[in-house]
């Protein structure tokens, strides 16, 4: 889900309420970790807190297929996650914000980079 700048204009510093299931199978080729991606859901709210700079809450659920790190066997490895991100047009070394980038605010990019800074670094059944 993408918003250009001038869509989140358009909400007039009103909360937008968002829900949709992104499909992130592709992105799993890009790490040797996550073999799928299962029932992903996001939802959550998106507001402009000040001049180009958005406050975005939502929630990750869905299920991970990781690798077993002892058997090498598939594990679904369920997610739930809270995330809170703010996101800019403009670039300060001194905050951990999202920069907006080509004016387009890329929702499946935060919920890449949340569903990749939480999983864990190894499972294990057997645990």
């Known amino acids: 889900m993408k918003w ?3 869509q989140l204009k358009k909400f007039n510093n009103e909360v937008h309420e968002f829900s949709y299931e992104p499909n992130l199978k592709a992105r799993t ?3 040797h970790d ?3 991606i299962k029932s992903l859901h ?3 709210t998106l507001k402009e807190i000040s001049f180009n700079r958005f406050e975005v809450l939502f929630t990750i ?3 991970l297929v990781l690798e077993d790190a002892v058997t090498l066997e598939e594990i679904d490895y369920p ?3 809270e995330c809170e991100e703010i996101c800019d047009t403009q670039m300060n070394a001194d905050e951990d914000i999202y920069f907006i980038e080509k004016n387009t ?8 980079i ?3 800074l939480h999983k864990p670094m190894r499972v294990s059944n057997s645990d």
């Open 114 to 116: 949340n569903i990749i």
């Open 79 to 81: 997610v739930d996650l």
């Open 42 to 44: 996001v939802e959550g």
């Open 61 to 63: 659920t869905g299920i």
């Open 29 to 31: 080729l890009e790490t």
């Open 105 to 112: 605010l890329d929702l499946d990019e935060l919920v890449w």
């Open 34 to 36: 996550i073999l799928d």
């Open 4 to 6: 250009s700048l001038q």
